[in-house]
């Protein structure tokens, strides 16, 4: 079974699962799907809004495909989930590309 049909039937099980969501989205990002990356980003942020490395990664492909209105939001939504789940290494990185934004 390759990694997107074990990640979905985890999914089946259990759809709010963080990791495997998150990583069903890395791998559709890693084949180039990026729009279902997206949509599966999304998916993650409606079940686990505090999950930072959702909104990191999403940012990033929105930075990507020049979609930099989308890029912010999705920004500053980790800026608030990374201060309020205490963890300071993300609030650096996403600030840092809020900062680099066009």
Known sequence: MDKIAALTEILTQDPANPFARYGLAMEHLG??????????FQTLREHQPDY?????????????LGRYSEARE????????AEKTGNGHALSELSGLLADLP
């Open 74 to 81: 999705r920004l500053e939504a980790g800026l608030a989930a």
């Open 52 to 64: 930072v490395p959702g909104h990191q990664m999403a940012a990033q492909t929105l930075i990507k």
């Open 31 to 40: 084949k180039g799907d990026t729009e279902t990356a997206l949509r599966e």
